[in-house]
């Protein structure tokens, strides 16, 4: 019995589960689970990071968005800005005192509008640019062309080319038969320019000779600009900029052919001669009209209005109370013509048989006359024979404009840059062209853009930013 017991037992024994023995043996669930919550809270722990960088780099990007949109309403409202400056200035240029164009505040932003300095290689200017003081490339002679800083003989005969309507070659130049054989082929245009940078399409035509070493056109000689091959653009280093040539050119300058009231103009190689006698005896006297009509009869043609004030007679105060009624040409428009009253020395040093010293002759008599409304100054300025040359290219009013705009939001993330030309011949004025230049980068100092950045207000950059310029010099 006892025997039979034990055997009882032992079977029971082995067949019982084992029971756990307190600290020692296996580990049981609770490690695997601490273990798995670690990991869980880790995938957790970076989940919130990798959200929370996003939900960072979302905010940066809406406000870098929200920037943008303000810069482009400050340049909307910039154009505006100069649209209602050109209007109804019957063909006088804007006066710089009435124009503010440096730091012009719009709502939390503000816009500049540059423009060269042709005196001042270092220093940046503001304000509207005049395009008749330009030479325009659908209007100018030869001879012009050639004389324009940095110009070639092969482009400016090419250029004539490629505006003239017939298949002649002028020499040095090129027609159709050159352009067929281009690796991207196309014809000779033969046709008036549409714009300054339509002169890639021709002949001779490269970024250097364009451009010059101005290669982000804001008129000032920025450090790349002026260290040889160390970055672009490449450069003499001689501390002067090379404007080149599209800085001193245009297409669209014109102007009707009437006097500033609107008024029609006398011809004078009219045979109809009542109406300029009636003018005259207004300004004189009927004796002295009736001998400057008798001249004027003996004289014509004349090739233009200098020319008839050297051969008629006629004093210089009388011809500046008449010569804005007159005219020598029928032509309804007039294009071309180059404004004395505005054109740097550059421009005036292009017109046919001017020297340095006509030119600075007509600087000096233009920064003293009291009277610039006609082009009678200038015959005070040059010899006579000079100044019929070029009175028939000359002008003393201007209808188209350009401004080159800069457009900044108020914290500095986001700016944008464009290039309008406005023909103010109607009123209101339209834009005729508009070039977006945001791609040539910040034009002006870099200290503007990193004060606004963090967190200077405009209203103390403004009186500060000529000096800013001078800064990134």
Request: aromatic share 6%.
């Amino acid at each position: 019995m006892k025997r039979g017991r034990e055997c009882g037992m032992r079977r029971a024994w082995a067949a019982a589960p084992p029971v756990a023995v307190v600290g020692g043996g296996r580990r049981g669930p609770k490690g695997t689970i601490l273990i798995v919550t670690m990991w869980i809270m880790l995938a957790l722990a970076g989940l919130v990071l990798v959200l929370a960088r996003a939900m960072r780099v979302e905010a940066i990007c809406s406000a870098n968005g929200f920037s943008l949109l303000q810069a482009d309403a400050v340049e909307q409202g910039a154009i505006q800005y100069v649209l209602s400056r050109v209007d109804s200035l019957q063909g006088e240029a804007p006066a710089e005192a009435d124009t503010p164009c440096e730091a012009v505040r719009i709502g939390q932003g503000a816009f500049w509008i540059i423009r060269p300095d042709y005196e001042d290689d270092y220093a940046g200017a503001y304000g509207i640019v005049d395009e008749a003081a330009k030479v325009n490339l659908n209007a100018a002679p030869l001879a012009m062309l050639s004389k324009l800083p940095g110009m070639t003989d092969e482009l400016a005969a090419s250029i004539v080319d490629w505006r003239d309507g017939d298949g002649t070659i002028t020499p040095g130049g090129a027609e159709s038969e050159y352009y067929l054989l281009l690796d991207d082929p196309y014809q000779c245009k033969n046709a008036p320019l549409e714009t300054v940078g339509e002169l890639f399409l021709v002949k001779g035509a490269t970024r250097d000779i364009l451009l010059g070493e101005d290669v982000n056109r804001n008129g000032v000689l920025d450090i790349n600009e002026d260290d040889a091959d160390v970055s672009d653009p490449p450069d003499n280093q001689d501390s002067r900029l090379d404007r080149g040539v599209a800085a001193f050119v245009t297409v669209y300058s014109a102007e009707q052919n009437v006097a500033s009231d609107g008024g029609n103009r006398i011809n004078v190689n009219d045979s109809q001669t009542q109406a300029l006698f009636e003018l005259l005896q207004e300004n004189t006297s009927v004796d002295r009209a009736a001998a400057i009509l008798v001249r004027t009869r003996q004289e014509r043609p004349f090739q233009n209005l200098l020319d008839f004030y050297a051969r008629t007679g006629l004093t210089m105060a009388e011809f500046q109370t008449v010569a804005d009624r007159l005219t020598t040409t029928s032509d309804k428009v007039r294009r071309g013509l180059i404004n004395v009253n505005t054109a740097p020395p550059q421009v005036l040093a292009c017109l046919p048989e001017l020297d340095d010293s006509d030119v600075s002759d007509l600087l000096v008599q233009r920064a003293g006359a009291e009277d610039l409304s006609s082009i009678a100054w200038v015959a005070e300025a040059l010899p006579p024979a000079k100044a019929r040359a070029i009175g028939g290219l000359i002008t003393t009013r201007s209808y188209q404009f350009s401004a080159d705009i800069v457009s900044v939001a108020g914290d500095g993330r986001a700016f944008k840059r464009c290039r309008i030309v406005i023909d103010a011949q109607t009123s209101p004025p339209k834009v005729v062209y508009c070039q977006d230049l945001t791609h040539l980068g910040w034009p002006l100092a870099p200290e503007i853009l990193t004060m606004l950045r963090t967190g200077v207000s405009l209203d103390d950059i403004a009186p500060g930013a000529t000096a800013a310029q001078e800064v990134a010099r």
